[in-house]
């Protein structure tokens, strides 16, 4: 328990999210988490799917890493109660590498793939709710490479789900295009295994964006977030601002005889502009990325180049957030200016992703007030996928925070 304690102490310093880096001859890159029945979605085991860990490695010799699971309770927090700490199923041992090509050797050597719950039974996810994995050394799990998040669920309440079109209309807008927003209705009727007082909330994650979620718990009450219960087992959640987004920029990397050299502009046109006044031209993957297969000999890093343009009149710093870093607004990613040009230059493998930009003040060293559509418009005609949850403070265990109903909605 003690290795415990001291490897969860030191977590916060480490994350997917934030650029890697090398920690004792290791550098864990392009990791990503999914489920086998969906490459570009949020990794949600249902019991029918199995969650799918992919990364490359960065060293002078094979690893030797272990990934340890463990169960979270709300914030993400990984629980410290002993009677769901699983010490038997809660650790793959060992992980096998394969090699890279050697035209990735100066950035990447090998790569693991694992698929849990595993043939050889190491790990079992028996508790439904929020589930992080750590990348750590074998020996000293107090040394941790990277972190990832997934959901485990057990779908025990049937959801109903309805999304429809809506305006914002507690004050005037201009332009006109920003009260546009998506209205999310969650119903449901709680079996009798449950007790209608622990009901505690429902949790919208739009387009992966997990450090966002849309929350409407029982205190909520405005104009914009509520929540009605008959008193008996009949339970409405309802968020109605949800602004209305567009689909994401892309960047595609695929190419390899475009983007022959190491250092490349994410577009071909070199800089980018404002779309808030432009209807989307295509398809995203709804905040996903995919790689380029690692066994490809062109699966190669490139250092890639945003840049961007924006009107005259946005003042404020820019940053760039996408899946190459989980949706998470970081310091890290804050995009320099010169001569009215915003640029950053970040390391990608190969590959396919979404990103976007997006608007907000540093106060005190900390991003305050991000606007995530000024950029990037707000128009309905745009396609999104919602993953929905019911969360319910279960009194087992010695208690915690437990997913009993679920469902993912595309628009």
Request: aromatic residues 16%.
């Amino acid at each position: 328990m003690k290795e415990f304690i001291f490897l969860f102490t030191i977590i916060i310093l480490l994350n997917a999210s934030v650029p890697s880096q090398s920690i004792n001859g290791f550098e864990v890159k392009s990791l990503i988490a999914y489920t086998s029945s969906s490459i570009t979605s949020l990794p949600v085991l249902n019991g029918g799917n199995k969650l799918v860990i992919e990364f490359d490695v960065q060293g002078d010799f094979i690893p030797n890493m272990n990934i340890v699971f463990r169960f979270c309770d709300y914030g993400w927090i990984p629980t410290d109660n002993l009677f769901l700490i699983d010490q038997q199923y809660g650790t793959a041992y060992f992980l096998d590498f394969e090699e890279l090509p050697i035209t990735l050797v100066d950035d990447a050597r090998y790569h693991h793939k694992s698929i849990y719950p595993d043939e050889r039974d190491q790990v079992k996810f028996p508790f439904a709710g929020k589930w992080r994995f750590y990348l750590t050394d074998t020996q000293d799990t107090s040394i941790v490479y990277a972190t990832g998040k997934f959901f485990v669920i057990q779908n025990k309440v049937n959801l109903g789900v309805k999304l429809k079109r809506d305006e914002l209309e507690d004050k005037s807008y201009w332009p006109v295009e920003l009260a546009k927003s998506f209205n999310v209705t969650t119903d449901f009727f709680l079996p009798n295994e449950f007790y209608p007082s622990f009901v505690d909330r429902v949790e919208i994650i739009e387009n992966q964006n997990i450090y966002n979620p849309i929350a409407v718990d029982r205190t909520t009450n405005t104009l914009f977030r509520f929540y009605k219960w008959d008193a008996n087992r009949s339970f409405t959640f309802t968020a109605r601002d949800i602004p209305a987004g567009n689909e994401f920029r892309q960047v595609d990397l695929r190419d390899n005889i475009f983007f022959s050299s190491k250092d490349v502009r994410a577009q071909r046109d070199g800089l980018e502009y404002s779309r808030f006044f432009l209807n989307p031209l295509n398809d995203d993957l709804n905040g996903g990325k995919i790689f380029s297969n690692f066994k490809d000999e062109y699966s190669t890093y490139l250092n890639v180049t945003f840049s961007i343009r924006p009107p005259e009149e946005i003042l404020n710093n820019i940053f760039l957030v996408g899946a190459f870093n989980n949706w998470k607004l970081s310091l890290d990613y804050k995009m320099k200016k010169a001569d009215g040009v915003y640029s950053i230059t970040i390391p990608l493998k190969r590959g396919i992703y979404d990103y976007q930009y997006v608007v907000a003040d540093v106060i005190d060293n900390e991003i305050v007030n991000p606007n995530w559509i000024l950029l990037e418009g707000n128009t309905w005609l745009n396609s999104k996928e919602y993953d929905i949850f019911i969360y319910y403070n279960e009194q087992d265990k010695g208690g915690y925070e437990r997913i009993i109903g679920y469902k993912r909605i595309t628009q």
